[in-house]
């Protein structure tokens, strides 16, 4: 089902025609309204006046975190405190959280972009959703909640962690959809298949997974161990929360963007150029709609391409899936890395888990990445229970992921086989891949 048809299709000019209208509203209430963008408009001596449409979106500066954090907590407001109806605010690893504020128009917004995303994921009206995304300052709880009851489903607020209880509640509520990240429906489906329950037991048909990048190789793992069909959701707290884009549960591959809210644009991560179509670079969105803190060119440090799909069910651009963020990307001897590379290569390798860690330390002048694998239950059914410390089996398989990295990453690791369940596991949040002992 596709939620509000008349948006989601509308043909490519008059979606051009609905954000260009938009923008130009934007860039005025903004000056009208936002001190921060006057002053920043001003100095750089941008015309309002001269503002037709979104092809001017080039003329604007980027925003950044900084300037979030410098604006804390409420100069970025483009109306009064007193209009707020919520505050979020992202924990930032360092210094002060970033504060999003949602005026009413704003929650209606973000609900029925998340009503979107849902349908999007194959989920109906009187369907039943287990929420299991934390809800707290972070958007991923209240914001599926919202939109799971904007499309007429009963949600059930789980929230993260409490695994036992989770099982539970999935066996005896029978929800149809779950939401949670790629991370914690590992978790889940691990503990499904080591306490023994058979599938059966559960109603599951799909999941909404995001909030942390993932690749094919979490979505076998999952779909096999829940018996779900698993989609993507994005989003960031400054935009809005989940539902900034959504992948479609029949097409797969790409997320929409729900265009008519968020234009998005990729850009190169050292120019800021804006990028063709297809290329990755940097994601940057200008809110069209928000009231309470609209962005423009909001520099989201997330790495992705966009590219227009004509077989697609909707006519709204798609992304890539988000390989990593620009901060989070390692330069490993010259050579660019993000931990979804080394994902995806356990995809078809049945001996593996889509648990894995990278550690990154120093060899004498040289940074060395060790990828750490758990071996998966198809290994100990082979083997027994036990697993011999030398083996030709295993010295083999760690040769042949060893080869697989270098072939395709252009990089040599050090490959370690860890015992089953042996890595860390997300207790219901993000959970970190990468570990920098340097
Ligand atoms: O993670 C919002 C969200 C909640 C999205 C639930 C999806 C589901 P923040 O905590 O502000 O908001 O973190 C935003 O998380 O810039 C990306 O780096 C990353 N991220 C979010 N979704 C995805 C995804 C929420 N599907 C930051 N794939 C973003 C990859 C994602 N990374």
Known sequence: MIFNPAIETLALPQLRALQSERFVALVRYLYERQPFYRRQWDELGIDITAVKGIEDIVRFPFTKKTDLRDQYP??????????????????????????????????????????????????????????????????????????????????????????????????????????CTPSYALTLAEAIRERGIPLERFNLRYAVLGAEPWTETTRQAVEAGLGVTATNIYGLSEIAGPGVSQEDYEEKGGSHVWEDHFYPEIVDADTGQPLPEGRDGV??????????MPLMRYWTNDICSLYYDSGSKRTHIKMSPIKGRADDMLIIRGVN?????????????PEFTANYQLIIHREGAMDAVEVLVELSEAIYQAKGTRLPVQDEFLG??????????????????KVTLADRD?????????LKRILDNR
């Open 74 to 179: 409420f100069g970025m407001l483009a109306v009064a405190q007193s209009e707020l109806v919520r505050i979020h605010a992202s924990s930032g690893t360092t210094g002060k959280p970033t504060v999003v504020g949602y005026t009413r128009a704003d929650i209606e917004m973000f609900s029925e972009v998340v009503a979107r995303s849902l349908c999007c994921a194959g989920a109906l009206p009187g369907m039943k959703l287990h929420n299991a995304y934390g809800y707290g300052l972070f958007t991923g709880g209240l914001g599926l909640h919202y939109g799971g009851e904007r499309l007429g489903m009963a949600v059930t607020p789980v929230s993260g962690g409490m695994t036992d209880r989770q099982l539970l509640l999935l066996q005896d509520f029978a929800p149809e959809v779950i939401s």
């Open 283 to 292: 994601l940057v969105f200008t809110t069209l709609t928000k009231q309470g």
């Open 337 to 349: 890395l993000f931990h979804t590379q080394v994902e995806a290569l356990l995809a078809d390798m």
């Open 396 to 413: 083999a398989l760690k040769r042949r992921l060893e080869k697989k990295i270098k072939d395709n990453i252009g990089l040599s690791m």
């Open 422 to 430: 042996a890595l860390p596991r997300s207790e219901g949040g993000k």
